[in-house]
């Protein structure tokens, strides 16, 4: 037994004997990615005896309810804070990564595709830190209407982002057809309200043994 699946082990021993209120957790985005990040920190709150549930309202009103009312918010980046220090002053980090996403930009392989400044270009519809990157790009709601459009060729390139290579399988865009490069990968993070700041300190060797163990 490898020393992160012995704190997994203890931890939920722990859980069976414990039973915490249900956490109300919101998020901006509404994708796969982010169900992929709840079903993440619902299993390392679970083994600390917490249930949870997450709403998803816009952006600046997730962090507003996160910081008063809420309990915390779902996926951030590690400079939230320094983004919007007027929304999150009521915010703790958890320092332990949630999740490890990659951007992914597609182009097709077999078309003389223009000079990236000058190609078309577009990326989801949730995910900021693309929007401020690309600031003229279209944004598009949702990967699969982003495959669509490129599949169409009505766009020259798209970025997407995956949490693993699965996620490329399931849009098949694995095949000859198209060409894939990363162009960066980013660690994301759960931020809970201050009243939290034992169960934040809980969670984050939790979601270490978990990102340890590839669970």
């Given at each position: 037994?490898?020393?992160a699946?012995f704190?997994?082990?203890?931890?939920?021993?722990?859980?069976?004997?414990?039973?915490?209120?249900?956490?109300?957790?919101y998020s901006?985005s509404?994708?796969?990615?982010n169900?992929?990040?709840?079903?993440?920190?619902?299993?390392?709150?679970?083994?600390l005896?917490?249930?949870?549930?997450?709403?998803i309202?816009?952006?600046?009103?997730s962090?507003?309810?996160?910081?008063?009312?809420?309990d915390?918010?779902?996926?951030?980046?590690?400079?939230?804070?320094?983004?919007?220090?007027?929304?999150?002053?009521?915010?703790?980090?958890?320092e332990?990564?949630?999740?490890?996403?990659?951007?992914v930009?597609?182009?097709?392989?077999?078309t003389?595709?223009?000079?990236?400044?000058s190609?078309?270009?577009?990326?989801?519809?949730?995910?900021?830190?693309?929007?401020?990157?690309?600031?003229?790009?279209?944004?598009?709601?949702?990967?699969e209407k982003?495959?669509?459009?490129l599949?169409?060729d009505r766009?020259?390139?798209?970025?997407?982002?995956v949490?693993d290579?699965?996620?490329?399988?399931?849009?098949?865009?694995?095949?000859?057809?198209?060409?894939?490069?990363?162009?960066k990968?980013q660690?994301i993070?759960?931020?809970l309200?201050?009243?939290?700041q034992?169960?934040?300190e809980?969670?984050?060797?939790?979601?270490?043994?978990?990102?340890?163990?590839n669970?």
């Amino acid at each position: 037994m490898t020393f992160a699946q012995f704190i997994l082990l203890n931890l939920f021993i722990l859980s069976s004997q414990v039973s915490g209120k249900e956490l109300v957790i919101y998020s901006a985005s509404n994708n796969t990615l982010n169900d992929q990040a709840f079903l993440r920190l619902q299993q390392a709150l679970n083994t600390l005896g917490h249930q949870a549930k997450y709403e998803i309202v816009a952006t600046r009103r997730s962090l507003q309810l996160a910081n008063t009312v809420g309990d915390g918010e779902l996926v951030r980046v590690a400079e939230l804070k320094t983004l919007y220090p007027e929304l999150t002053n009521n915010l703790s980090r958890i320092e332990e990564p949630l999740m490890h996403i990659a951007f992914v930009e597609l182009t097709k392989r077999n078309t003389s595709a223009p000079p990236a400044e000058s190609s078309k270009l577009a990326i989801p519809k949730d995910v900021f830190i693309l929007q401020q990157e690309y600031p003229a790009a279209a944004i598009v709601d949702g990967n699969e209407k982003l495959v669509e459009l490129l599949k169409a060729d009505r766009v020259d390139r798209i970025i997407i982002p995956v949490s693993d290579e699965k996620m490329l399988h399931d849009y098949q865009l694995y095949s000859s057809q198209y060409h894939l490069k990363t162009l960066k990968t980013q660690k994301i993070y759960t931020y809970l309200h201050k009243k939290h700041q034992k169960l934040a300190e809980q969670l984050a060797p939790v979601l270490q043994a978990m990102n340890q163990s590839n669970q």
